[in-house]
């Protein structure tokens, strides 16, 4: 069973910047896909950014390119999510989750293994 842990959320005003990380445990990492999804309140779960197994191949939704950078180290088992020029819009939940099915990578029901999620404020 693959583990994976979010940490690095918190509270942080508009503009400003966050490092989240999520550490795996159990299996190898380097055997996942990984992605970013966040949730704020009253919403569904949306994608946020996709790294694939050896991190040669990424994505994420329109609105944070050019603000957010997804990257990963297998060695250490952890993925990266680095996001800069937060904005109010940016608050929520963030998860992340490893890939199990091969269809969309922000297709929700394509990830067996989630972590318990991060909160992310963004509030002046």
């Known amino acids: 069973q693959l583990h994976l842990v979010e940490s690095g959320g918190g509270l942080v005003q508009p503009g400003g910047s966050l490092r989240l990380s999520c550490a795996a445990s159990?299996?190898?990492?380097?055997?996942?896909?990984i992605s970013w999804f966040r949730q704020a309140p009253g919403k569904g779960r949306e994608g946020v950014s996709y790294?694939?197994?050896?991190?040669?191949?990424?994505d994420y939704r329109d609105s944070v390119k050019g603000r957010f950078t997804i990257s990963r180290d297998n060695v250490k088992s952890t993925v990266y999510l680095e996001m800069d020029s937060l904005k109010p819009e940016d608050t929520g939940v963030y998860y992340c989750?490893?890939?199990?099915?091969?269809?969309?990578?922000?297709?929700?029901?394509?990830?067996?293994?989630w972590g318990q999620g991060t909160q992310v404020t963004v509030s002046s």
């Open positions: 989750a490893a890939k199990t099915l091969a269809g969309g990578w922000d297709r929700v029901a394509d990830y067996r293994y």
């Open positions: 159990g299996f190898a990492l380097d055997g996942y896909p």
């Open positions: 790294i694939s197994e050896d991190g040669s191949v990424t």
